[in-house]
Each structure stands twice: as structure tokens, then as C-alpha cells.
């Protein structure tokens, strides 16, 4: 499955090709590592502006479950090696 499959907020974001990048499976990441790029993506994502504040474990629990229901995905940028979570496309 290519990039463009998974989601082309990515290819927006970044402005570069899906060759550039690489599909990391949640599993096969350390879960210390894991934990990082899940802060960095709740950073990322701003401030709540909902009816309802989430704590961090709560956020960290939600990005859990949309990982494991395909809703986001984690990706490699080989050229800036640095690793993402991305929201997929449907």
C-alpha cells in the first residue's frame, strides 16, 4: 500500500513525494519511543478548544485507540530522519 493510499495529508503537509517517506507499524516501536511521538503529536495538535478538557494520559488513550483502529498512522521521513503520527485520509 503507497503513501497516497494512506493518507495524502501527508504529501500536503510535508510537500514531498510518498517515495520520501516509509509506514512504520505502531508495533514494531519501542513503547518509550512510541510514547514520544504521541506527546509530540498532541503537541502538534493544539489546544482544546472542545466543551471538555482531556489530561494528557486521556489524550494519550484516544491516540492509542486511533492507532490501532487505522485512523492515524506513524511514518518514517527518510530524508529528514525523523519519525511522524499522521491523521489517514479515508
Request: charged share 30%.
Amino acid at each position: 500500500m503507497t503513501l497516497q493510499q494512506k493518507g495524502e495529508t501527508l504529501l500536503i503537509m510535508k510537500n514531498k513525494s510518498a517515495d520520501d517517506f516509509v509506514v512504520v507499524p505502531y508495533e514494531k516501536i519501542s513503547k518509550e519511543a512510541l510514547n514520544g511521538l504521541i506527546d509530540e503529536f498532541i503537541l502538534r495538535e493544539g489546544t482544546d478548544y472542545g466543551q471538555k478538557e482531556y489530561t494528557l494520559e486521556e489524550k494519550h488513550q484516544q491516540i492509542n485507540k486511533q492507532l490501532l483502529s487505522g485512523k492515524i498512522i506513524i511514518v518514517f521521513d527518510s530524508e529528514e530522519q525523523s519519525a511522524s503520527i499522521i491523521k489517514k485520509n479515508s
